[in-house]
């Protein structure tokens, strides 16, 4: 809990990703939840992207409805990184009146990778927090995989993200939003 108030943003950001797994078991659940709401407006968007991740994680019953509407806000963020951790949060939260945003963001082609530098390691070498919004590194990737996530209860109708391969990478994911626009037009009622 001490490292989230840390002034250091590298510091803030490496406590989130390794609390973020055991989020739900955490103890203080509803501190760590106010934390990780508070730095969803953090200035820098590697510790903003990886709360809206917390904060998606510790969300119990009624709180994932006022979760996922801040989260959803965080949608048009200026970062690509912090837009792409919302998508997937939202997937997480099964938010699916965010389908609609999640389909602008097919056209959002922008890379979604950030680092946080400018501090020394405790060996003095020049430290480093890479992020990454997405297997694919674009925020148009992550807007597919949370489409894929957010419709696997949908049955017949949900959507299928892939594959994609290394070598046809960008041409895989345009004939995949391709899909998902088709998808979205057949299936907006349902």
């Known amino acids: 809990l ?3 108030d840390a002034q250091e943003s590298y510091l803030v950001s490496t406590a989130i990703l390794y609390m973020q797994f055991s989020a739900y ?8 939840r ?10 820098d968007p590697g510790v903003r992207g990886r709360a809206v991740l917390f904060m998606a994680n510790l969300a119990r019953g009624a709180e994932r ?7 959803h806000e965080l949608l048009k963020d200026p970062h690509p990184y912090v837009r792409s951790t919302s998508a997937s949060a939202l997937a997480a939260l099964g938010r699916l009146e965010s389908i609609p945003q999640l389909m602008e963001m097919l056209d959002d082609s922008e890379r ?3 680092t946080i530098k400018g501090f020394s390691k405790l060996t003095g070498e020049p430290g480093s927090v890479p992020h990454s919004g997405s297997a694919w590194f674009k925020v148009q990737d992550a807007a597919l995989k949370s489409l894929e996530l957010m419709t696997m209860t949908m049955g017949d109708v949900r959507f299928q993200y892939g594959p994609i391969k290394y070598k046809t990478a960008d041409e895989d994911i345009a004939k995949a939003v391709q899909s998902a626009q088709k998808w979205y037009r ?3 009622g349902a």
């Open 34 to 43: 106010d934390k990780a709401k508070a730095l969803m407006g953090h200035e």
């Open 2 to 4: 001490k490292a989230l």
């Open 25 to 32: 078991s955490l103890p203080q659940r509803a501190l760590f």
């Open 186 to 188: 057949a299936n907006k």
């Open 65 to 71: 409805r006022e979760a996922g509407e801040k989260i």
């Open 112 to 114: 979604n990778t950030y």
